[in-house]
């Protein structure tokens, strides 16, 4: 579960269409991402996905996160320093 919550999270940080979003947005949509993905591939708890299922999900999302945006105040900050590393590496290729 970790792992494709991980895959999930590093796809979708690099999303620069809403660059104002915010952590709580953010580990909102890769949860409902996380469920989606989690039910198209028929590996769904008994009776559906609980309310505490869900929770375990938001809180990994949180944490996996935090630790992929350490030493930015925000996912803004995060994604613009991405956004400038990005250029950067590009001009220097060029």
């Not at 991980?6 to 660059?19: A, V």
């Not at 580990?27 to 929770?55: C, N, S, W």
């Not at 999900?57 to 590393?85: M, N, P």
């Amino acid at each position: 579960m970790k792992k494709m919550i991980l895959q999930i999270i590093e796809e979708e940080i690099k999303s620069t269409h809403n660059i104002s979003e915010t952590a709580d947005q953010f580990v909102e949509r890769v949860t409902q991402l996380f469920v989606d993905e989690f039910q198209h591939l028929k590996m769904y708890a008994p009776l559906g996905l609980d309310v505490e299922v869900i929770e375990e999900v938001q809180q990994e999302v949180l944490d996996l996160y935090r630790i992929k945006t350490y030493g930015h105040y925000s996912l803004q900050s995060y994604r613009i320093a991405l956004l400038q590393k990005d250029d950067t590496t590009s001009e220097t290729i060029n």
